[in-house]
């Protein structure tokens, strides 16, 4: 299938503000250097502790945060680029699934009006074809017609994820983010949102880039991963390769911690912790920026920067070691 999505060399930081002189200039570098594909009909997910960057890196494909430089391509055409009226075209084109159900709806509008809203500010459809459409959606994500007119607090947790999906879906968007969709909702309702994500995607054929913390979670979403630690891609596979054969010190470290099904695997798997805490963002080491807290680091880690290397199957790792 062809790539819907192409993200090459995409760099994103924010100017910082640190003790020390008054025109003194730090930056964070949010995400550094990060390049992947999506293709079309398939799940990219982005995986990664907290502060690693992947929000930062969604937020820059759906332009809303500025890239510092890189280019973010969909079905071929450099989104980046775009102003007015072809930049409103592509904000109907990438569409964004919050993690928080709560804060994310505004609590004075009716659920109706919230999935409707998209459409309103970025099509032109006249409002019957608005409303058929809103209607759809609501039994499309499971809802039933009546709760159209229920304001937020109205709904519980997996609800309101259910209408901010629908809100998503609202302009037919070629390409939806998912940015921790269930991570705020309890284990049996995580379920749930993520069987109706993918019965949607067969459905539709939608595509997603989704972002997740743990990797259990995007053992069943996933066609691929991409696993980020400091703002960097540190791994990147097809998700068999990934879960079969994890070459990263910290995907071993990550994936050490996933519960497994499988008991005799269960039996023989050792959680790796990793220690200590993350470098600072604004002063990052010179070499390998997992350094201080991987098992396997050597000299060389602590001087050269590993690259991103891909064997023979397209399995990418950044270790100085694989
Ligand atoms: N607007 C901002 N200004 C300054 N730093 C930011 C901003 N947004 C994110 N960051 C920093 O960028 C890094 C990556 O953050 P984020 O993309 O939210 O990571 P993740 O989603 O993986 O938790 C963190 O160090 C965070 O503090
Ligand atoms: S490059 Fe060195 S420090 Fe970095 S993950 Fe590999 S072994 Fe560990
Ligand atoms: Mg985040």
Redesign the pocket.
Known sequence: MSDLLKVENLTVRFEVKRGGGWNKKSYLYAVDDVSFTVKKGETLAIVGESGSGKTTAALAVARLVKAYSGKVALAGEDILQKEAEALRQTRQKVQFIFQDPYSSLNPRKRAEAIVREPLDSLSRKSEDEKTKIVDDLFEAVGLRPEQQRLFPHQFSGGQRQRIGIARALATQPELIICDEPVSALDVAVQAQILNLLRKLQKDFGLTYLFISHDLGVVQHMSDSIAVMYMGKV?EHADRLSLFQTPR???TQALLSAVPTVDRAKRAQQKRILIPGDAPDPVNLPA??R??NR?P???A??QTVE?ELKSDTNGHRT?????
């Open positions: 540190v990263h010190p910290y070499g390998c997992f350094a991987c396997a680091a050597q060389i880690c590993p950044a270790c100085h070691l694989v």
